[in-house]
């Protein structure tokens, strides 16, 4: 029986500033045949990440970096082709951290699986995935409460309109920022924001001062830079802070400045927590109840940018940092 070829993205150079196709290859590898206890799975459908870029980057950090010439690595969904074990059969739909490659083999505890009865399976890559928890778990990080004033910025990306969504859910007004009309318009229209702006517009400061004249108690952060400094300045006393991401340095070729403006950490004794998904995966099942019933019952948006085929992949990634996508940015494979 022939091997099977897969392709599969690989880093070749670190990135200096924001990556380029230069940065990647495509490359072609044939799979080993199946061993006992192990599955082969087709990846359906593959995420791309603004933290991916810290990984692509050499130096410890809270995961260990993406190696050289060899397969990158992220959320994918696809469905099992052939099983060894009694674990998984063909066609089960699994998730697992083998994105960037169209094929794979592994053991069974490096899948999840996951229900086929949605209308598209890349939902466990967003709203149901790793994204939608991200939200999730920050508005718990700060206990985020009903009749709060919630400021995310990033707010049309993956984790933004989630988090946007899931706060008015808890009874917040949800304040969101956002780089187009397009995406304001999807905030506002779609996501049930009670404000959204672009933040091309005016300085963010400026429209904060406007649309929340008496504070915020709370700031999701994915930004940082700038927005960071505005929004420390609209905080109320005893406000917080969720870092979840500060994808305007992620590219940065030397250390930014933090804001100027700190010491209201101080005078208004606000509170500033950093997030990190994986800390949370002990409650999954709480999450997949929860976001998972919100969704079930028409209560939450799944909002996707689609790029199609593997070798789309790096430019959907670089995409990211210009504000390519609306909502959770995926690669479809098959």
Request: aromatic residues 8%.
């Given at each position: 029986m022939p091997k099977l070829v897969s392709r599969e993205i690989r880093l070749v150079s670190r990135p200096s500033g924001l990556p380029s196709a230069a940065n990647f290859t495509v490359a072609e590898v044939e799979l080993p045949a199946l061993q006992d206890q192990q599955v082969l799975v087709r990846n359906l459908f593959m995420s791309v990440d603004p933290y991916m870029r810290g990984r692509m980057n050499e130096g410890k950090s809270y995961v260990p970096p993406f190696e050289l010439d060899k397969a990158l690595e992220g959320g994918a969904v696809g469905e099992v082709v052939e099983s060894q074990t009694e674990a998984f059969k063909a066609g089960d739909a699994v998730t697992s951290s083998y994105g960037w490659r169209e094929y794979f083999v592994a053991s069974p505890n490096e899948l999840h699986p996951v229900c086929r009865?949605?209308?598209?399976?890349?939902?466990?890559?967003?709203?149901?995935?790793?994204?939608?928890?991200?939200?999730?778990?920050g508005l718990n990080l700060a206990e985020v409460k009903a009749g709060e004033i919630i400021y995310i910025s990033g707010a049309a990306g993956a984790v933004g309109s989630m988090a946007g969504q899931l706060?008015?859910?808890?009874?917040?007004?949800?304040?969101?920022?956002?780089?187009?009309?397009?995406?304001?318009?999807?905030?506002?229209?779609?996501?049930?924001?009670?404000?959204?702006?672009?933040?091309?517009?005016?300085?963010?400061?400026?429209?904060?001062?406007?649309?929340?004249?008496?504070?915020?108690?709370?700031?999701?952060?994915?930004?940082?830079?700038?927005?960071?400094?505005?929004?420390?300045?609209?905080?109320?006393?005893?406000?917080?802070?969720?870092?979840?991401?500060?994808?305007?340095?992620?590219?940065?070729?030397?250390?930014?400045?933090?804001?100027?403006?700190?010491?209201?950490?101080?005078?208004?004794?606000?509170?500033?927590?950093?997030?990190?998904?994986?800390?949370?995966?002990?409650?999954?099942?709480?999450?997949?109840?929860?976001?998972?019933?919100?969704?079930?019952?028409?209560?939450?948006?799944?909002?996707?940018?689609?790029?199609?085929?593997?070798?789309?992949?790096?430019?959907?990634?670089?995409?990211?940092?210009?504000?390519?996508?609306?909502?959770?940015?995926?690669?479809?494979?098959?």
């Open positions: 009865d949605v209308e598209s399976l890349s939902i466990y890559l967003g709203a149901l995935g790793m994204t939608g928890m991200t939200a999730w778990a706060a008015k859910l808890r009874g917040c007004r949800v304040i969101g920022s956002a780089g187009s009309a397009e995406k304001v318009k999807f905030l506002r229209e779609e996501c049930a924001f009670d404000v959204a702006f672009d933040y091309n517009i005016r300085p963010v400061a400026d429209q904060l001062k406007r649309e929340a004249p008496d504070g915020i108690d709370v700031y999701f952060d994915n930004v940082g830079g700038a927005t960071l400094e505005a929004a420390l300045a609209a905080m109320r006393v005893h406000g917080r802070i969720i870092a979840c991401g500060g994808i305007s340095a992620y590219n940065a070729e030397t250390p930014q400045p933090g804001p100027s403006n700190l010491f209201n950490m101080i005078t208004k004794r606000l509170t500033m927590k950093g997030l990190l998904v994986r800390d949370w995966l002990d409650r999954q099942n709480e999450f997949d109840e929860e976001v998972g019933g919100y969704f079930r019952e028409g209560k939450l948006k799944n909002k996707e940018t689609v790029v199609q085929g593997i070798d789309q992949a790096v430019g959907a990634f670089i995409g990211l940092f210009s504000g390519k996508n609306v909502g959770k940015m995926v690669v479809k494979l098959v």
